[in-house]
């Protein structure tokens, strides 16, 4: 074990943290388009839009060590780290390098990069969450294309988006071996989009609907009926869980900032040794859920693909958003009822804990992948 | 940065587990717990001469001279075969003596205790139940070229069967001290207690008018003490982590086997669901664990927290496990025939054991800058 850097890595982190004095502003509007367009070439231009993306892809074919290294800084410094499209860069494009056509490279990759493209994620349906492999939207092989209908939920950013990543159904009889990614535009005829307001009253997921909407069969991403393997390789990205241990690490902060402003029985908070425990407790959860990262960082640098323990840091992460949030509004007190920066994000982290899968899933893939347990 | 064992150490642990599932299956475990000494005599040979007690003991000195790497991956294992032992006590008063003995003292004690030929213990806990080096007041009057040690010590691990104390006193001069005293000298005397785990053994030590000559105290004050407390800690933590894997591997086996409304209960989700919860909370303290004995190893300087936090964590883990295996093996987790009790029984020995999650958390905050 070594859990040292080496003078190369640490001389990278020192490039990035340079390239974020620079070029992040000390405050800015994380919805200001304006802000993200400059925010994304900035990135782009440094290389760190497809970092750990071989060059081939036109990504910088940089080192997987380098790449937490910038996640992690980025964080820290509480940077939009991947500009405005999250979706595509962490998933649709590592999906596209690994299942995509010479063809498919060429389009989507340098746009992605430029920061020209938003993607969104169409998984599911009004029928299908969290058993997502039940899904029923329908591609129907007509020629050289596939003609298209169903309705698609959920699907964060659609009202923005330029792409879809989605999976349909090319074939009813086999559940998993049914099912087919295919990549198409917004702008096709026959997709309609419907905001559906979140909690917050702000439009961030919708409804898409598919009425005869016709693509031709290059839109498909790998083989007809891979899709589930696919998209099983792009959730487990999405759960490696470094990047959000980051996020944790700035939410304890936020939260210990907090507990030496109120006060409790006429002094500090944090001078209460309830409250010192709990946030000992937060922060060595938070450290672990790190290192926990770092294991799977280790495992993927040689050479094993995320596996289904990637589970951990996103069931850990739900437990620290319940607990956090809970001893946050207790706190404040009565001043919970207000609207404000820690109330907000009692409502809004609803979103992260359910989104990818809720805590239950997470469950059955420990219990049933990892544990080997039956199938319910 | 690489968080992974190397062949070497995976190595290790698979011959450990090995040897361990073959001579000291449950079914022994029970049988040594239900002898008066607690131990086997031949298992402890055994291990001694395998190198398993002296692995960080240096070379020089009769051990193995590996680090702490290796420790916790032997006391993972051996907690999670319930091993009982005075492994924990010797390996524990070993590295305070070779952390903080003159070379002198070194060769005279570390062969002896890595061989197994001498099993030791550390006397540190007193009235107070404070796992903190602040709280020592055993009293240590010097007289001429003599030390005399009087007063009590409570939950010495393996007190009756250890050779070699490694007594913490407060001196005259209110300054901390590590003697190291024969269990055989004038004045000492042990009494066991009863334990709820009987795997784990302890008992209260007096010490009265023990004379300890200059050449047995060990260059050690507060600060040195400390670093053995994080050293308990840790180790501690380690069983933690195989005994709580223990119990889970246990109950997932149970909840496979055991059937109602014509299933298996494992395939229900209030079966399943507590048992992936225990699998995440026992992967989320490995990564604990093998940080701070990553720290340890390398000097890091997160030492003091890292050990904290990952005891802190372990005492949870541990709690909950215990409760977990019990509950979800129903009737049968309440008799005395199936294993899982011993699991329970255990945790309430490693949940207090250099200090319970309270005392860790608010050291942890306290490190933390809080």
Same mark, same amino acid.
């Given at each position: 074990?070594?859990?040292?850097?080496?003078?190369?890595?640490?001389?990278?982190?020192?490039?990035?943290?340079?390239?974020?004095?620079?070029?992040?502003?000390?405050?800015?509007?994380?919805?200001?388009?304006?802000?993200?367009?400059?925010?994304?070439?900035?990135?782009?231009?440094?290389?760190?839009?497809?970092?750990?993306?071989?060059?081939?892809?036109?990504?910088?074919?940089?080192?997987?060590?380098?790449?937490?290294?910038?996640?992690?800084?980025?964080?820290? =410094?509480?940077?939009?780290?991947?500009?405005?499209?999250?979706?595509?860069?962490?998933?649709?494009?590592?999906?596209?390098?690994?299942?995509?056509?010479?063809?498919?490279?060429?389009?989507?990759?340098?746009?992605?990069?430029?920061?020209?493209?938003?993607?969104?994620?169409?998984?599911?349906?009004?029928?299908?969450?969290?058993?997502?492999?039940?899904?029923?939207?329908?591609?129907?092989?007509?020629?050289?294309?596939?003609?298209? &209908?169903?309705?698609?939920?959920?699907?964060?950013?659609?009202?923005?988006?330029?792409?879809?990543?989605?999976?349909?159904?090319?074939?009813?009889?086999?559940?998993?071996?049914?099912?087919?990614?295919?990549?198409?535009?917004?702008?096709?005829?026959?997709?309609?989009?419907?905001?559906?307001?979140?909690?917050?009253?702000?439009?961030?997921?919708?409804?898409?609907?598919?009425?005869?909407? =016709?693509?031709?069969?290059?839109? =498909?991403?790998?083989?007809?009926?891979?899709?589930?393997?696919?998209?099983?390789?792009?959730?487990?990205?999405?759960?490696?869980?470094?990047?959000?241990?980051?996020?944790?690490? =700035?939410?304890?902060?936020?939260?210990?900032?907090?507990?030496?402003?109120?006060?409790? &029985?006429?002094?500090?908070?944090?001078?209460?040794?309830?409250?010192?425990?709990?946030?000992?407790?937060?922060?060595?959860?938070?450290?672990?859920?790190?290192?926990?990262?770092?294991?799977?960082?280790?495992?993927?640098?040689?050479?094993?693909?995320?596996?289904?323990?990637?589970?951990? &840091?996103?069931?850990?992460?739900?437990?620290?958003?319940?607990?956090?949030?809970?001893?946050?509004?207790?706190?404040?007190?009565?001043?919970?009822?207000?609207?404000?920066?820690?109330?907000?994000?009692?409502?809004?982290?609803?979103?992260?804990?359910?989104?990818?899968?809720?805590?239950?899933?997470?469950?059955?893939?420990?219990?049933?992948?990892?544990?080997?347990?039956?199938?319910? | 940065?690489?968080?992974?064992?190397?062949?070497?150490?995976?190595?290790?642990?698979?011959?450990?587990?090995?040897?361990?599932?073959?001579?000291?299956?449950?079914?022994?475990?029970?049988?040594?717990?239900?002898?008066?000494?607690?131990?086997?005599?031949?298992?402890?040979?055994?291990?001694?001469?395998?190198?398993?007690?002296?692995?960080?003991?240096?070379?020089?000195?009769?051990?193995?001279?590996?680090?702490?790497?290796?420790?916790?991956?032997?006391?993972?294992?051996?907690?999670?075969?319930?091993?009982?032992?005075?492994?924990?006590?010797?390996?524990?008063?070993?590295?305070?003596?070779?952390?903080?003995?003159?070379?002198?003292?070194?060769?005279?004690?570390?062969?002896?205790?890595?061989?197994?030929?001498?099993?030791?213990?550390?006397?540190?806990?007193?009235?107070?139940?404070?796992?903190?080096?602040?709280?020592?007041?055993?009293?240590?009057?010097?007289?001429?070229?003599?030390?005399?040690?009087?007063?009590?010590?409570?939950?010495?691990?393996?007190?009756?069967?250890?050779?070699?104390?490694?007594?913490?006193?407060?001196?005259?001069?209110?300054?901390?001290?590590?003697?190291?005293?024969?269990?055989?000298?004038?004045?000492?005397?042990?009494?066991?207690?009863?334990?709820?785990?009987?795997?784990?053994?302890?008992?209260?030590?007096?010490?009265?008018?023990?004379?300890?000559?200059?050449?047995?105290?060990?260059?050690?004050?507060?600060?040195?003490?400390?670093?053995?407390?994080?050293?308990?800690?840790?180790?501690?933590?380690?069983?933690?982590?195989?005994?709580?894997?223990?119990?889970?591997?246990?109950?997932?086996?149970?909840?496979?086997?055991?059937?109602?409304?014509?299933?298996?209960?494992?395939?229900?989700?209030?079966?399943?669901?507590?048992?992936?919860?225990?699998?995440?909370?026992?992967?989320?303290?490995?990564?604990?664990?093998?940080?701070?004995?990553?720290?340890?190893?390398?000097?890091?300087?997160?030492?003091?927290?890292?050990?904290?936090?990952?005891?802190?964590?372990?005492?949870?883990?541990?709690?909950?496990?215990?409760?977990?295996?019990?509950?979800?093996?129903?009737?049968?987790?309440?008799?005395?025939?199936?294993?899982?009790?011993?699991?329970?029984?255990?945790?309430?020995?490693?949940?207090?054991?250099?200090?319970?999650?309270?005392?860790?958390?608010?050291?942890?905050?306290?490190?933390?800058?809080?």
């Amino acid at each position: 074990m070594d859990f040292d850097f080496s003078p190369e890595e640490d001389a990278f982190r020192e490039t990035v943290k340079s390239f974020l004095d620079e070029n992040l502003p000390d405050e800015y509007d994380a919805h200001d388009p304006k802000f993200l367009k400059q925010w994304n070439h900035a990135l782009g231009k440094a290389g760190y839009l497809g970092f750990a993306w071989p060059k081939e892809a036109g990504g910088a074919g940089g080192a997987i060590i380098e790449q937490f290294i910038l996640k992690e800084e980025m964080s820290t =410094r509480r940077a939009p780290a991947l500009g405005t499209d999250f979706m595509g860069l962490t998933w649709v494009g590592p999906a596209i390098i690994e299942y995509g056509s010479e063809e498919q490279k060429q389009k989507f990759l340098p746009e992605m990069f430029a920061g020209e493209s938003i993607w969104c994620t169409g998984y599911s349906e009004p029928g299908s969450g969290s058993d997502l492999a039940s899904l029923s939207t329908r591609a129907e092989p007509d020629g050289d294309d596939y003609i298209v &209908n169903g309705q698609k939920i959920w699907t964060t950013l659609a009202h923005v988006a330029k792409y879809i990543f989605m999976l349909v159904r090319t074939e009813s009889t086999s559940r998993y071996g049914g099912i087919t990614c295919l990549l198409i535009p917004m702008d096709t005829p026959g997709i309609e989009v419907q905001p559906i307001p979140s909690l917050l009253g702000v439009a961030s997921f919708n409804q898409v609907f598919f009425k005869d909407v =016709r693509v031709p069969k290059s839109c =498909r991403l790998g083989k007809e009926g891979q899709g589930w393997k696919v998209v099983v390789g792009a959730l487990a990205q999405e759960r490696s869980g470094i990047s959000e241990a980051t996020e944790k690490l =700035r939410h304890i902060e936020d939260l210990e900032k907090l507990a030496r402003k109120v006060k409790r &029985n006429g002094k500090p908070a944090i001078e209460d040794p309830d409250v010192r425990r709990k946030l000992a407790s937060f922060r060595t959860r938070i450290a672990a859920m790190r290192l926990t990262g770092m294991r799977h960082l280790t495992a993927q640098l040689q050479g094993k693909r995320p596996s289904s323990e990637t589970s951990i &840091n996103k069931l850990l992460r739900a437990h620290l958003e319940f607990e956090m949030d809970d001893f946050s509004l207790g706190m404040l007190g009565t001043e919970a009822q207000a609207d404000g920066t820690w109330q907000h994000r009692s409502l809004s982290y609803h979103g992260s804990v359910i989104g990818g899968g809720t805590p239950n899933i997470q469950r059955n893939i420990i219990s049933e992948r990892v544990l080997g347990l039956p199938k319910d | 940065m690489n968080f992974a064992f190397t062949e070497e150490q995976d190595f290790l642990r698979s011959e450990v587990r090995k040897l361990l599932d073959a001579q000291c299956d449950v079914k022994h475990v029970r049988e040594i717990a239900d002898t008066s000494e607690g131990y086997s005599r031949d298992l402890w040979q055994q291990i001694g001469e395998l190198g398993w007690i002296g692995l960080a003991i240096p070379e020089a000195h009769g051990g193995g001279g590996l680090g702490w790497e290796e420790l916790v991956i032997l006391f993972e294992e051996t907690g999670r075969s319930l091993f009982p032992s005075p492994l924990l006590s010797t390996v524990l008063c070993a590295e305070t003596i070779a952390r903080f003995g003159s070379d002198t003292q070194k060769q005279r004690w570390l062969p002896g205790l890595a061989d197994g030929s001498q099993i030791g213990t550390l006397a540190f806990l007193e009235e107070s139940d404070e796992w903190s080096p602040k709280a020592v007041a055993l009293s240590g009057k010097r007289e001429g070229r003599e030390l005399v040690l009087d007063g009590d010590k409570r939950f010495v691990q393996d007190v009756v069967a250890a050779d070699l104390l490694a007594v913490f006193f407060r001196r005259d001069d209110g300054e901390l001290g590590i003697a190291i005293v024969e269990s055989k000298s004038a004045g000492v005397s042990a009494k066991s207690r009863d334990p709820l785990d009987k795997t784990k053994r302890f008992g209260d030590l007096t010490l009265a008018g023990v004379r300890v000559p200059q050449e047995d105290i060990l260059s050690a004050g507060e600060a040195e003490a400390q670093q053995i407390l994080e050293l308990g800690a840790l180790a501690a933590a380690a069983e933690i982590v195989g005994t709580a894997e223990g119990a889970l591997d246990l109950t997932v086996k149970y909840a496979m086997d055991r059937e109602q409304f014509e299933k298996p209960i494992g395939q229900f989700q209030g079966v399943k669901h507590p048992l992936a919860e225990t699998y995440m909370e026992i992967e989320t303290l490995k990564s604990l664990v093998y940080f701070a004995a990553w720290a340890l190893d390398s000097g890091d300087d997160s030492i003091a927290l890292a050990t904290s936090q990952a005891k802190a964590y372990a005492s949870e883990v541990i709690t909950r496990a215990g409760v977990m295996g019990i509950q979800l093996h129903g009737a049968v987790g309440y008799t005395l025939e199936y294993d899982i009790q011993l699991y329970l029984k255990r945790s309430k020995w490693a949940r207090p054991m250099f200090g319970n999650e309270i005392h860790h958390y608010e050291r942890a905050a306290a490190l933390g800058g809080l």
